[in-house]
């Protein structure tokens, strides 16, 4: 069973927590533990899987024979290295009111986030292991969609919302839940995101990098889980499809704390080694600017449409094949009554053997993936050859450039609020393009922004 160590609040006393993280218990140091199935023992070995969820819901995971190791920092490692940090942390954390931070941050002992993310570490893996002992069998059914499994641990819970669907989701994509558990478990710390972004949520990464976690309001969670079964049919229909891979939906609750909900997803930006730039596109102007970075700053910041102006992405061959599937995608999202979504754009440059067509099919492009014919609609059937990189469903190559793509924040929907919103800005911007608009007008402008920004 998971266990948290170290129970001194002093080193995050004097840091203010993020809202949604509060209160903010106690930091933890992981140790080498054992690990058990995270069910009931007396659920047992066999059974009707979701029997065996049910039996998991308000029980902390429990040891059983076979115990799996979780390899982590020890609490003596942790204090050693707190301690050697502790002069430069404190410098940085004097400093942080007078200048904004802006990229990644280790969130290790000592972080105002340290113990939070433990907890969500801790769960995530309990949650993971109902799956990976019991995975949903048989053809999906509507309760996929509907099932919520609590898990009490010490000093919080950890929700998972629609487990199975998601589960059967990340098993469609080719992801094991062994390494899913290992990249969100307490294997390794989380990182930190901080950004341009106007959103009161907070973004973090598996420290990979290659899973993204972001907080989200009740409402959006509503939503999400609201067009899960329809987003899953357009991913089936289109396996290419630009729209991040959602993986999981979960609430956590500290001690008698209100309830706070996050997402996971597949990061755009991964893998991140020799990526150069990252951008959050809309479409429009309005607050669509971002400082760039001092020339050779280590500081990783998305920059926005205003920073792109002037530039395009050389696609060569692969321009029409973006084109088409960025009209089916926001063609999906303008049906489901959304606005306000990003396409994030990363690039890298192509090293030598790289390019070229002539040996692009034989040493690169090695997995194609097939969507599902629809008889009503042929002209929907959408392939292509992927290369035989990590994440590869969101990288496109160019001629000299390989893109990262995605869309991103997919639950903004156009009711009565954002209506409002809208009045407000045509008289506050008259003139101007600005993200509030109708979601017609804004899958319509994204797709012309693409457009006249590719050749």
């Not at 080193?11 to 218990?25: E, K, M, R, T, Y």
């Not at 023992?41 to 059983?64: I, L, Y």
């Not at 009554?337 to 690169?364: C, K, P, T």
């Not at 109708?438 to 006249?452: I, K, M, N």
Request: proline share 7%; with cysteine.
């Amino acid at each position: 069973m998971l266990q948290p160590r170290g129970r001194d609040l002093q080193a995050i006393a004097s840091a203010p927590c993020a809202d949604w993280a509060q209160p903010c218990p106690t930091p933890c140091d992981w140790s080498v533990v054992s690990q058990g199935r995270g069910l009931d023992p007396a659920a047992g070995g066999g059974g009707d899987a979701a029997k065996a969820r049910e039996a998991a819901a308000g029980v902390m995971a429990a040891p059983s024979p076979g115990p799996r190791e979780v390899l982590a920092p020890s609490p003596e490692a942790g204090h050693r290295a707190a301690a050697s940090r502790s002069g430069r942390r404190g410098l940085l954390w004097r400093l942080r009111d007078k200048q904004p931070r802006l990229g990644l941050f280790e969130i290790s002992p000592g972080h105002e986030l340290h113990g939070l993310t433990c907890m969500m570490q801790a769960g995530l893996w309990a949650a993971t292991q109902v799956f990976v002992d019991h995975p949903p069998l048989g053809p999906p059914t509507q309760e996929d969609f509907s099932e919520v499994l609590v898990q009490v641990h010490e000093g919080f819970e950890l929700g998972t919302l629609a487990g199975p669907a998601f589960s059967r989701l990340r098993r469609s994509l080719g992801l094991a839940e062994e390494d899913y558990q290992a990249a969100l478990g307490p294997g390794g710390p989380f990182l930190q995101f901080l950004s341009t972004s106007k959103s009161k949520a907070s973004f973090f990464l598996s420290h990979d990098q290659r899973f993204f976690l972001k907080t989200q309001e009740r409402r959006e969670v509503r939503v999400l889980l609201a067009h899960l079964p329809r987003y899953v049919r357009h991913l089936q229909r289109h396996p290419h499809s630009l729209l991040a891979r959602l993986l999981g939906v979960h609430s956590l609750r500290v001690a008698q704390g209100k309830k706070k909900y996050f997402i996971i997803m597949q990061s755009i930006f991964y893998p991140p080694g020799r990526i150069s730039e990252r951008y959050d596109i809309k479409g429009c102007e309005v607050s669509r600017w971002v400082e760039p970075a001092p020339e050779g700053s280590p500081i990783v910041l998305v920059l926005k449409d205003r920073n792109f102006q002037g530039r395009t992405m050389d696609l060569g061959p692969q321009r029409s094949w973006l084109l088409r599937q960025i009209e089916l995608d926001t063609t999906f999202l303008r049906e489901l009554n959304v606005l306000d979504y990003s396409l994030l754009m990363a690039s890298q440059r192509l090293h030598e053997d790289e390019r070229g067509q002539d040996n692009s099919l034989i040493f690169r492009m090695a997995r194609s993936v097939q969507g599902t014919q629809s008889p009503e609609e042929p002209e929907t059937q959408n392939r292509r050859l992927l290369p035989d990189v990590p994440n590869a469903l969101h990288t496109l190559d160019g001629t000299e450039q390989r893109y990262f793509l995605g869309l991103v924040d997919l639950a903004t929907v156009y009711g009565l609020r954002k209506r409002l919103e809208y009045l407000w800005k045509t008289l506050r911007y008259p003139g101007r393009t600005f993200s509030t608009v109708s979601p017609t007008l804004y899958a319509r402008r994204l797709r012309q922004w693409v457009e006249a920004h590719t050749e």
